[in-house]
């Protein structure tokens, strides 16, 4: 496949990182081993020293994992990736194969929750600093290097208000005082977004979301060239948060249908949008593919649509938003998202639940908000189950 790299996204989502075994196969091998045997004292020796390329322990490598990691670089168009256990495992490996004591990271305060813990509360005690700076701002973002910047992290559209940060012109601003710039693109998956098409240095991904597409299992990705991939590589194989071959299996069937569901999804959730925009109960409808939003053009030029989450205002507060929720009957009531099935979660109670009403205020996260991962269930259902809640909160 790496001499075709020409093929389009649904072509490589399928057929691109497998290597057939002598059985041969159709579908991809799962290789449920923890170690490789080598043919004699002296292969054990090269593969030990890197000399021969190979497997050797699966702390290392698993013939799997880099049929996913393949497949995974040629959606993103990078030249290498990287699997992990998690999506949090590869925010870490990221940071502790690039950063030391004394490096300084300016972040999104927008950020998914475990990243900004990560940030604030472990990275913090090994002495490297972060400063979190708005999401929609370059100025911002410019204003808050230092000399020791080593990193810009972002993540885009945002969880749960759809924020966009403009990529290209943020790598641009980390690029002039050489910062690497590293994009989470969970949310667009590549085949709505390419980071790294747009300047960005390395994208990380939570697999565990649309790439697995199903709810099964947890992943996580760095993609980018091998020089910057590479000291990730070194420091999995050290520390050892690696993806599992069994979770990496799972995923690659995850990815051959990763085109067509988020098309989908993507699909219903204009319409939801469009939909609840026009709603009497709802205060405001928080989705880059709408007119309504605040960066529509730069979502246009950035992303191929909109994506497949959509955040709401009910009008009125937290008796109201729940009464929504309680009301679903249809939408699983979890945080998760990503997921072929619909989910709807009241950030205010939840996901930021812990951020001081202030600071919850400060980000534009009211009490009225709910945020609907949009699955692949028909939009009428979902409306339906929207409508049962919405039909009972004061016009
Ligand atoms: C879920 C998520 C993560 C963390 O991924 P895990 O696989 O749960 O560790 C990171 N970033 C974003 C945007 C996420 O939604």
């Known amino acids: 496949m790496s001499e075709q790299p020409d093929y389009r996204p649904e072509t490589l989502a399928v057929r691109a990182g497998q290597e057939r075994s002598p059985f041969g196969e159709h579908s991809e091998a799962l290789y449920l081993t923890s170690s490789f045997v ?6 054990a020796a090269r593969r030990f020293s890197g000399e021969e390329e190979g497997n050797v322990y699966a702390r290392f490598s698993n013939p799997t994992v880099t049929f996913f990691e393949e497949r995974l670089a040629a959606l993103e168009g990078a030249e290498d990736c990287v699997a992990t256990a998690s999506g949090m495992a590869a925010i870490m490996a990221l940071c502790l194969a690039h950063l030391k004591q004394g490096d300084h990271i300016v972040a999104s305060n927008s950020l998914f929750g475990a990243t ?104 996580g990705a760095v993609c980018g060239p091998r020089k910057l991939t590479e000291d990730v590589f070194k420091y999995l194989r050290t520390a050892g948060p690696t993806l599992s071959a069994f979770n990496a299996w799972v995923l690659l069937k995850g990815l051959e249908t990763l085109k067509i569901r988020l098309e989908a999804q993507a699909a219903s959730s204009a319409r939801l949008a469009a939909w609840l925009e026009a709603h ?76 001081s009403p202030e600071a919850r205020a400060a980000a534009g996260i009211n009490e009225g ?17 929207l409508e049962r809640g919405l039909a009972l909160i004061g016009a």
Do not use: M
């Open 116 to 219: 900004v813990q990560l940030f604030s509360n472990i990275l913090s005690r090994t002495g490297i600093a972060t400063t979190f700076v708005a999401q929609t701002d370059p100025a911002a973002w410019a204003a808050a290097i230092r000399p020791e910047t080593r990193l810009f992290f972002l993540e885009t559209p945002s969880n749960p208000l759809t924020e966009i940060a403009d990529i290209a012109r943020l790598a641009d601003i980390a690029h002039a005082q050489g910062i690497l710039l590293a994009v989470d693109n969970c949310f667009c998956t590549p085949i709505l977004q390419k980071p790294l098409e747009l300047g960005a240095d390395l994208v990380i991904h939570s697999a565990t979301k649309y790439l697995d597409g199903q709810g099964r299992v947890l992943g």
């Open 369 to 385: 908000l709910l945020r609907v991962a949009v699955g692949l269930e028909a939009v009428e259902d979902l409306q339906a189950d």
């Open 280 to 355: 009497p109960r709802v205060a405001r409808v928080f989705y880059p593919g709408l007119a309504s939003h605040p960066q529509h053009e730069l979502a246009c030029r950035q992303q191929r649509s909109g994506g497949a989450i959509v955040s709401f205002e009910v009008k009125g507060g937290r008796a109201e938003a729940w009464t929504v929720v309680d009301h679903c009957r249809l939408l699983s009531i979890t945080a998760n998202l990503g997921d072929a099935k619909t989910t709807i979660t009241h950030p205010a109670s939840t996901t930021h639940g812990r951020i």
């Open 38 to 43: 080598f043919e004699n004292a002296a292969q």
